[in-house]
């Protein structure tokens, strides 16, 4: 039996037993109930993990380990979302393929997380890059490609009863969400097509479909960028310029299922802010869309159709703005302006969306030269060019109301146009007629008196009625661009064939034929004529040797956006998930991870997870029920303090720095340990610092200051957890960071308090054992109702804790416990037991140590029962009153807690202590206040 607490051999003793004995394989049992307990798996980088990074797994893993003892069958899977642009651009610098870097990286992080002791089902790791994965990811937009989007059943349904309804009575009345612009045609005219072009046809409708898209496209990493790869207009990564440009790319329409991501909202346990995120990105508006007629002969096919929430302003309309990318701006422009537009079209594409949509006092834009006309009142209305339209968002044009609107009001005032009023008294009562003070406009004869509710309707039907207009709902979130010019991603199973026209027509491979794998090519850029990376393998890489597979490949949202299924059923070479596991596992009830994560990968996640249910493949409508955003670690920056323009190179410690001008230095916080400087150490780490150089200590010691900053290498300060756990043991790092504060609130760490978890878990063990004698303290006496009081005080408070995911407080908890246990001098077992399943979750390893020595031998104390609460044990027999002679107290007397006053004051009168300070007065009163307190009152 080990006496000492030898942290090191134990956890590494208990990690090797975990694994050879899979104590954490999760399996279907409809015996048990289930618990799905996921985190959000990570992007395997070079860096391996540091201490910010495991806070979400440690909470995830305490959870499961935590429903383990409640009886539960748990789910904890981990794998890793390992396709990406990292490891290409790796790949592009070393000529290594990418492959290879990833498993190396992976490799480091499946060390890291073993030893950290988390629970996780190993048996069931995914890897997003694994062909064996994207193989069913491929399957699933297999799926999506052979679907359509019915409004009627509001569901996704197979393209085949798409073709029936044609068959029978065309696409003039189906209800279908398609493309904007697709031609109606009748079931005779369906029928008259040839196979060829009802093929062509149908991609109209296709859930996952060709579009030009305006994309974020980055020339020197030669890809295009998602939304938050983009930061003040250039690359996260690298930092290199990014531009608005059209490209021809795939797509999933999201937008159909819009209502549905909406309403499911209020479905799941998810914090009111990330849903108000996802509210504002869906962004649902109910307007009416009105065509402009062009006020140019040569362009009078064509109109110009605008979006509008308030169509009952459009007599204020002074001007029309369109998107910089805009498909028409080079017809619109006259020669005239056509040196102006086409500058200012160049600027606008070095710009981001974010900063574009977000920046509204800063006015920027130009005139075409042409104009459009108000189909209201036939006034001639100027078209400007603004970078605030999105070409992708809506029509990419907008009406300019400047006295309905803040950004149109700055507009007008910059470019000296009109502003029209419009008379509406719930914008501005007391400007306005009497008429208006009643909530009636008077601008126009149509709608004469009536109010903004009445009016809308009104110029909406007559709209309708001319065929120049029409009600309709709007989106903010546009359909999901779904085309990364990248090697390292999933190949998109389609190959093209020309048709009878020559045009490319897309097509899917044979399911048979998954997974499509990546093919080998000799370096990872883009071709020499711009084509993606996978051009370059264009000719042995064909379909049937003769058709071009699609050179761009998935997205990184593609492989994340369903794999929680696979995890339920990770071997399965047949199907995704069998039928079986997912009924069985559902979705997933805790689902934890990081806050940025609250649109892109969760609005995609629900999108694919609704279309699985619509074709009968999953049972639930969301996947998630809980969700949990942890807070991010900041770190603890240490700096030094190097003296201006001084030779030979001179620090001063903190204390004097403002003896001195001063620029203070990071350092790395790992050769500081409580603010206090490894100078030698300091000398070695830096090239920057010289031999000669000169500190200036404090009472013998280079004081360091500090700051809170966010953890990162530039910063010196990412402590790595490995450093920690060999140490102080990964029981330690686990039980300090959930000590850290609230699990959802950002907090600073600071490696200098440590070391009070460490003390703490040490007090643990020395109520089992003396580390100084190495004796067992432990006694199988019956408990005492005072330890059985502490005890159970704290399986109360450890579970209703750990029911609302409150980690900090369940560390609190334990403390006030061992501490009471140990001022008790309790060792006994009875009570030390369930004290050990209430740490388990948190200190598996020293727990599972514990419990073996406790005589527990028979497998892992995860399969144990976690403690049930006896209020019993809470009910106080006796009380201790305080005894008062005249206001101060001089003894404390313990009563039977259901003893009456009359009871209480007979005992204190006929006690020993009590008689020796009356010393023979007779007192004048007493006063007993019921499990309060005895006041005796004398005569002076």
């Known amino acids: 039996m080990r006496t000492e607490y030898q942290f090191r051999e134990i956890e590494k003793q208990w990690q090797s037993f975990w694994e050879a004995n899979n104590t954490f394989q999760a399996n279907v049992n409809p015996n048990k109930p289930k618990y799905y307990v996921l985190d959000m798996f990570p992007y395997p980088s070079g860096a391996g993990l540091h201490v910010g990074h495991p806070l979400g797994y440690i909470a995830s893993d305490i959870i499961s380990r935590y429903k383990r003892l409640q009886g539960f069958e748990v789910l904890h899977p981990m794998g890793f979302d390992s396709f990406g642009l990292p490891a290409e651009q790796y790949a592009i610098q070393t000529g290594q393929h990418p492959a290879l870097t990833t498993e190396q990286n992976i490799a480091r992080y499946i060390e890291q997380l073993k030893n950290m002791g988390f629970s996780f089902d190993w048996t069931r790791e995914v890897r997003t890059s694994d062909p064996s994965y994207y193989k069913w990811t ?52 369906w029928n008259a097509y040839s196979e060829e072009e009802k093929y062509a046809y149908l991609l109209a409708f296709r859930l996952a479909f060709l579009d030009d898209s305006v994309v974020n496209w980055c020339p020197a990493l030669g890809t295009v960028l998602a939304n938050d790869e983009v930061k003040d207009g250039v690359s996260e990564r690298g930092g290199h310029p990014v531009e608005q440009k059209k490209m021809r790319q795939w797509s999933m329409r999201i937008t159909a ?39 140019n002969p040569a362009l009078s096919h064509k109109k110009i159709k605008v979006f509008t929430t308030r169509v009952d302003t459009i007599y204020g309309v002074s001007f029309m703005v369109l998107a910089p990318e805009h498909e028409w701006v080079e017809e619109l422009t006259t020669p005239e302006q056509k040196e102006a537009v086409e500058a200012y079209v160049t600027w606008a594409k070095s710009r981001s969306e974010l900063d574009r949509v977000s920046e509204v006092k800063q006015v920027s834009g130009v005139f075409t030269g042409s104009y459009v006309i108000n189909p209201f009142n036939g006034e001639r209305v100027p078209i400007y060019l603004a970078d605030y339209v999105l070409a992708g968002y809506g029509t990419g044009a907008v009406m300019g109301v400047p006295s309905g609107d803040q950004r149109d009001w700055n ?23 009497d008429a208006t003070k009643e909530g009636k406009y008077i601008n126009s004869e149509l709608i004469n008196g009536k109010t903004y509710q009445e009016a809308t309707p009104i ?45 490319l027509l897309p097509y899917l491979i044979q399911e048979s034929e998954l997974p499509l794998e990546l093919p080998k090519i000799d370096k990872y850029l883009p071709t020499e004529t711009g084509e993606p990376p996978l051009g370059r393998a264009a000719d042995v890489w064909k379909y049937q040797g003769q058709y071009d597979y699609e050179w761009s490949t998935m ?49 995609y996640s629900r999108f694919w997870n609704k279309f699985l249910k619509d074709l009968g493949y999953v049972q639930e409508e969301e996947f998630a029920k809980k969700l949990i955003n942890q807070g ?108 850290l504060g609230p699990l959802e609130q950002f907090k600073p760490w600071n490696t200098n308090s440590i070391s009070g978890s460490h003390n703490f878990l040490r007090k643990v063990w020395r109520l089992f054992f003396d580390e100084t004698t190495q004796k067992v303290k432990m006694e199988d006496a019956p408990a005492k109702p005072e330890e059985l009081k502490v005890l159970h005080t704290a399986i109360r408070k450890v579970h ?24 008790l001098k309790c060792h006994k077992k009875a009570i030390l037991k369930d004290l050990v399943l209430l740490l388990s979750p948190y200190a598996p390893h020293m727990a599972e140590e514990l419990w073996l020595a406790l005589g527990e031998e028979a497998g892992s104390i995860s399969q144990a029962k976690f403690p049930e609460f006896n209020s019993a044990f809470l009910v106080e027999d006796e009380f201790n009153y305080p005894i008062s002679f005249n206001g101060k107290v001089k003894l404390t007397l313990s009563f039977s807690a259901t003893a009456s006053p009359a009871e209480v004051e007979a005992g204190v009168l006929a006690h020993a202590q009590v008689q020796k300070v009356l010393d023979g007065q007779t007192p004048s009163k007493i006063i007993v206040v019921p499990k309060r307190i005895v006041n005796i009152v004398l005569a002076k």
Not at 152 to 180: P, T, Y
Not at 556 to 564: D, E, I, L, R
């Open 138 to 189: 491929q399957w699933i937009f297999m799926q999506l490609f052979n679907s359509w989007y019915n409004q009627a059943s509001d569901k996704a349904e197979s393209i085949d009863s798409l073709v029936q309804i044609f068959e029978k009575s065309g696409s003039i009345g189906v209800h279908a969400v398609c493309d904007e612009e697709v031609k109606r045609i009748s079931a005779e005219e």
């Open 632 to 739: 991010m670690i900041q770190g603890r920056s240490n700096f030094v303090y190097r003296v201006k323009n001084v030779s030979p190179a001179t620090f001063v410690s903190h204390g004097l720095k403002d003896q001195y001008d001063v620029a203070a230095l990071h350092v790395d916080v790992n050769i500081v340990e409580n603010d206090v400087l490894n100078v030698e150490a300091f000398k070695s780490s830096r090239n920057d610092v010289p031999a000669d150089a000169v500190f200036v200590l404090e009472d013998g010691k280079y004081v360091c200051g500090w700051e809170v900053e966010k953890m990162s290498k530039s910063k010196y300060n990412v402590v790595n957890p490995d450093d920690l756990i060999a140490k102080y043991g990964a029981d330690t790092l686990r039980v300090y960071e959930m000590f």
């Open 459 to 503: 110029l909406t039907a007559w709209l309708e009625e001319r065929g120049i207009g029409k009600g309709k709902i709007q989106y903010r979130m546009r359909n999901a661009v779904f085309s990364r010019q990248r090697y390292w991603g999933e190949p998109v199973p389609v190959y093209f064939k020309p048709n009878s026209k020559g045009d």
């Open 411 to 433: 507009f007008a005032t910059h470019f000296n146009l009109p502003i029209i009023p419009i008379l509406d008294a719930q914008k501005d009562i007391e400007k306005q007629a």
């Open 800 to 823: 209703e804790d750990l029911e609302r995911y409150s980690f900090n407080t369940v560390v609190s908890t334990l403390m006030i416990c061992v501490n009471d246990l140990t001022q």
């Open 257 to 295: 299922y819009a209502d549905r991501l909406l309403r499911g909202l209020e479905e799941v346990d998810w914090s009111d802010s990330l849903k108000e995120q996802q509210r504002n990105w869906i962004g649902k508006s109910i307007g009416a869309e009105v065509d402009f007629d062009i006020d």
């Open 555 to 603: 997205p990184g949202w593609a492989g994340s956006s369903w794999y929680w299924y696979r995890y339920m059923d990770a071997k399965n070479d047949q199907e995704f998930a069998s039928q079986e596991a997912v009924n069985y596992w559902k979705a997933v009830d805790l689902y934890i991870g990081g806050s940025e994560h609250a649109t892109g990968h969760l609005l």
